[in-house]
């Protein structure tokens, strides 16, 4: 839930449906100001955002992984979750050193907390941010076909397995829209 709700935050600091009372918002049209002349808000939601979200696909035994759990409660749509791990796959490991270096446990140098900036050195916010979207698609799709399954509400059923298929064929690259990053309720 936190991510979810650290997901809502970001997301409409980025559209302008919230504006911080304290700090202020970097937008992708403002020049790149010097070092510490501002700490805006949103980086700080993203770095926060970021490390959430690898605690949720963290591949440690020890860690919670998301997609393990999918597997062991939904065996059946392995193809789906493959799909979405698939997407995730490229930057887990960077997005774990950014995770620890820069966005939970911090770095105590700047040779130290680089390492962690790799990941925008590989990977794009659009490729990381798109990820997330597909990964929140597929839990709510998987949370909805359960509650549906349950009810024994074969509409629902329906609508959930088209929302399960689309986020599969979107984590594949098809071009197909996947459902939007609404929570199920």
């Keep these: ?25 970097l937008r992708a049209s403002d020049p790149v100001p010097a ?4 700490r805006p808000v949103n980086i700080t939601m993203m770095f926060v955002l970021y490390s959430y979200f690898y605690s949720l696909v963290e591949d440690s035994e020890e860690g919670l992984n998301g997609f393990r759990v999918w597997r062991e409660v939904w ?12 997407r995730v796959a ?3 490991g960077r997005l774990r050193l950014f995770r620890n270096r ?6 105590r140098t700047r040779e130290h907390e680089s390492a962690g900036f790799e990941l925008f050195n590989k990977h ?6 798109e990820a997330m979207k597909l990964f929140k698609a597929l839990g709510a799709g ?4 359960d509650k549906a399954q349950l009810e024994k509400d ?32």
């Excluded at 839930?1 to 600091?13: A, E, G, P, Q």
């Excluded at 749509?77 to 493959?82: F, L, Q, V």
């Excluded at 794009?124 to 941010?129: F, P, Q, R, V």
């Design 35 to 38: 070092a510490y002349e501002m």
């Design 75 to 86: 065996p059946s749509e392995g193809t789906a979750i493959s799909a979405v791990e698939d």
């Design 154 to 185: 074969q509409q629902e059923q329906e609508r959930f397995r088209k929302w399960i298929d689309e986020v599969a064929s979107g984590a594949q690259g098809v071009a197909h829209a996947h459902p939007d990053d609404r929570v199920i309720g």
């Design 142 to 145: 998987l949370f909805g076909m």
């Design 124 to 129: 794009s916010g659009d490729e990381i941010l």
């Design 1 to 25: 839930m936190h991510f979810m709700n650290l997901w809502t935050i970001y997301k409409d600091m980025l559209t302008g449906h919230y504006t911080p009372s304290l700090g202020e918002i």
């Design 90 to 92: 490229p930057f887990r």
């Design 102 to 107: 820069m966005g939970f446990h911090g770095s």
